[in-house]
């Protein structure tokens, strides 16, 4: 029986692993800054928390374990993503965004591990952008880089009964992505652009996600620990420069 | 900073191609004997270079092991090997002959373990001979054993080939005093890279090559492209004694090129 915590669960990725585990015969707690989700399926717990502090962490397994028993999954999915270069990056972006990203992952598998009977598989949201720099999102990259860090980290000193994995999406269709398409001077010309650059010519979708969630939680990945998995269409396989792309323009 | 490399016994094959040519010039600067490896004297460019011109067909058993003796014969030893020979083929896999597959695997692949077998024996006086103890190979991947480019197919295999190779010499040698590295360039302005942008593999034809090199140099985070100049930079260095705790090292040089998102426009 899959006890799962699932956190940034209102919507878009999180929200997908979350009806997928749901799915899968799981009972799932999530959380969020916000109030409930008027479209949460009634068989989540939902829980008003934010994971960059320790104690509210904390309490989402007291609640968890409530209302489930131990919890055997965790899904640290909540992140937060600011477009700004270092030198524009203020002491309150920083605070928050490494709170979130960083400090959120940290409590939550801290308290996820002190659980006297911790068992089971964590899975971290990291990105592509940890290993590859996305112009313009110095912390936001950075912060990733911690989340991957911290994967193989604790596969190493947690071994015998924890495994812990990462994933790296690339772009995936949600709101965000959307967002920046209609910054865009040229909005169809840059999402035509862009999806010519994945291998797949489609870009990602929070299902995408979701099912590699569902298999690094399942016993099908029984040996699988330490590693970071690049979920992104091809995107990262081929090189930034792509001249095909930048001169065969009309 | 000259003399780097002052006595030491250098060979660099591919010696008289654009980025081997400029190794050579570099190494002859810094003191050390040179022996530039390669076809022809002229090689890809035209006209004689830096270096003791020593013919060599990289694919040639016979010719590499004779062309080891020379060197054993005129110097005993080796302290520096460089393996910069190399091809670019621009295909898919699909429209890749056997025998083109062949040949830049014979080039690229074979033609960086021959050298090294054979020079084996002369680097181990070299490492005996020299001060710090230690010889020097390095090999030449690219950062397309990395990432893709589009149309490479079997020249990104090479690549990756030659980068799991110099894991494997280094970890073999090193306790012979063999230090064993590879560099892998980016976009460097060759006779290579202009053939590239001048053929139908990168899908870049119809623009003037200027103006392609200058929409290429762009999309880098240093907004140029390397020069064999800047490849010879990074060659010396680990040539030197001050790369002495450096081995088994893939050394991306591309100016931040993949360090990045692809970079899309619009």
């Known amino acids: 029986m899959t006890r799962a915590i699932i956190t940034g669960g209102s919507r878009g990725i999180g929200r997908a692993i979350v009806d997928r585990l749901l799915a899968d015969g799981a009972q799932v707690l999530t959380c969020g800054r916000g109030d409930r989700p008027s479209d949460l399926p009634a068989a989540v717990l939902w829980a008003q928390a934010d994971v960059a502090n320790p104690a509210e962490a904390a309490a989402l397994f007291a609640k968890a374990r409530a209302a489930f028993g131990p919890v055997d999954v965790l899904v640290n999915n909540a992140g937060v993503q600011i477009e700004k270069t270092v030198a524009e990056t203020t002491d309150a972006d920083w605070d928050q965004l490494i709170g979130i990203n960083c400090r959120g992952s940290f409590n939550m598998c801290r308290a996820f591990l002190n659980q006297p009977d911790a068992r089971g598989a964590i899975v971290n949201i990291g990105s592509i952008s940890g290993d590859v720099a996305d112009p313009s999102m110095a912390i936001y990259n950075a912060s990733k880089a911690f989340v991957h860090g911290l994967t193989r980290s604790i596969a190493v000193d947690h071994g015998p009964h924890v495994r812990c994995n990462a994933i790296r999406p690339g772009w995936i269709q949600t709101g965000m992505l959307e967002a920046g398409f209609a910054l865009a001077t040229d909005p169809a010309r840059a999402r035509a652009d862009a999806l010519a650059r994945h291998a797949a010519r489609r870009f990602g979708t929070p299902a995408d996600i979701a099912n590699t969630v569902a298999w690094l939680v399942s016993d099908q990945s029984g040996f699988v620990t330490g590693q970071c998995f690049t979920i992104d269409g091809g995107l990262t396989a081929a090189s930034p420069l792509q001249p095909g792309l930048i001169f065969n323009q009309d | ?266």
């Open chain 2, 1 to 266: 900073m000259n003399g780097r490399l002052s006595g030491k016994i250098a060979l660099v094959t591919g010696g008289r191609g654009g980025i081997g040519r400029a190794i050579c010039d570099r190494f002859q600067r810094e003191g050390a004997t040179v022996y530039a490896a390669d076809l022809s004297e002229g090689g890809s460019l035209s006209g004689a270079g830096a270096g003791r011109f020593l013919r060599l067909d990289v694919t040639s058993e016979d010719e590499t092991r004779a062309a080891m003796d020379r060197v054993m014969g005129e110097e005993g030893r080796l302290d520096v090997l460089v393996n910069a020979a190399g091809i670019e083929i621009e295909h898919t896999i699909e429209h890749t002959s056997l025998a083109d597959w062949n040949r830049i695997f014979a080039i690229n692949v074979t033609g960086t373990f021959l050298p090294s077998k054979y020079a084996l024996p002369l680097l181990r006086r070299g490492a005996a001979a020299g001060g710090n103890g230690q010889a020097s190979i390095i090999n030449f991947g690219s950062y397309d054993g990395f990432i893709a480019d589009p149309g490479l197919a079997a020249y990104c295999a090479s690549k990756g080939a030659v980068h799991a190779l110099t894991r494997a010499m280094a970890c073999d040698h090193g306790s012979e005093g063999i230090r064993v590295n590879a560099i892998c360039p980016g976009y460097v302005d060759t006779p290579m890279l202009r053939s590239f942008f001048g053929g139908a593999g990168s899908g870049a034809g119809g623009g003037a090559l200027d103006t392609v090199l200058d929409q290429v140099k762009a999309i880098h985070p240093t907004r140029t492209c390397g020069t064999p100049e800047d490849i010879a930079n990074l060659v010396n260095w680990l040539a030197s004694d001050e790369a002495r705790y450096a081995s088994g090292q893939l050394w991306v040089l591309d100016g931040g090129l993949s360090a990045q998102v692809q970079q899309m426009r619009f």
